[in-house]
């Protein structure tokens, strides 16, 4: 969606957060995606981002370069199968039987 809706190129995915440090967890998003996970060092991202854009804010560092240098990656999932940039061919069947389930839940719910 994101490279259909905006028409750039996705080479890697950074993430971050709690469920980042479940290998299983990333090592299937990066084979659903076809795209390279990088999980960051520091596993909660909003709290250190915060701080280092008040440190940019102050002048503590002067460019956003020096605060790419900071960043250190912790590990890197490639995707495994297709290097068409789409989902592994082994989960085809399961994406296929879960889109058919969310097309019956659709309407579901009337509030």
Known sequence: TMLRETN?????????GGVS???????L?????GRK???LQHRE??????ALVAGLGTGFWRTREELRKLQSTDEVFLPRGAAT???????????????RALQRSMNWYKP
């Open 8 to 16: 750039i190129p996705i080479t890697n995915i950074r993430v971050d």
């Open 29 to 33: 998003t990066a084979d659903l995606c």
């Open 21 to 27: 440090s479940n290998d299983f967890v990333m090592q």
């Open 45 to 50: 991202m909003s709290c250190l981002g915060a």
């Open 85 to 99: 940039g789409g989902p592994c061919e082994e989960y085809a069947p399961i994406l296929r039987r879960w889109e």
């Open 37 to 39: 996970l990088v999980r």
